[in-house]
């Protein structure tokens, strides 16, 4: 009887010790799980290339010194769309506004204090784009094919239209310029704004490397740096 109510006590024992032994391991194995959570919403982070915006970065990043060498291949969104704002339109719903036609003057100045003597500008065939180069530079030439430059395919059809030693710039759309930086590895990258500017350097293994973002409204405290 001894041995069966010794029995019947020491068994209580090993779970309390089983218990203890995983409240020891407790803090550590919750400490793991929200490390890897935090890991997780960093990798899911949107990321986007280097604002440009901020500070000297035109000229600290190599953009300006690549624009100069015409080694650069620079996406624009076209400015605000008619047909998704309550402003005055400038022509067709399919357009612009007149605001956008304004800011698209200005953008262009931005672009002509860079100096615009060895650049090439193609235009997506649409009327918010081609409209928005025609305010830009006082003309329009649109992009070969029905389609826009966009897609998967869309940096080969890119430097196929870039020439040595001059920038290819492109009027296009938020979507295809979301395409570009994930072809660049940027999956998450924040949506291009009205008037935005993506810079894209030309590598000489033939490589695309992301330099850099600029909004519109940046570029006045931008040209003061330079």
Known sequence: MNSVADMILANPKPKWARLKRLKKYRLPVLGISVIGLLLTGFLLWPSSPLDLGVGNRLVTS????????GDLVVLVRHEERCDRSKNPCFGPASGLTIQGTQRATELGKA??????EATDVLSSPTTRTAQTSLFMFG???????PLAIC???MAEEILSHK???RNLM????????SD????????HAAAAEYGS??????LPNGKLEAMGTLKIQQWAAVLKQL
Do not use: N, Y
């Open 170 to 177: 492109l009027i296009t759309h938020s979507a295809c310029m």
């Open 151 to 153: 897609g998967d395919a």
């Open 111 to 116: 672009f002509d204090s860079l100096g615009m």
């Open 163 to 165: 020439q040595p030693s």
């Open 180 to 187: 570009f930086q994930t072809s660049l590895g940027f999956p």
């Open 139 to 145: 003309k329009t030439e649109l992009s070969p094919g």
């Open 197 to 202: 500017a993506l810079f894209v350097k030309v």
């Open 62 to 69: 190599g953009v300006l010194a690549s624009w100069r060498q």
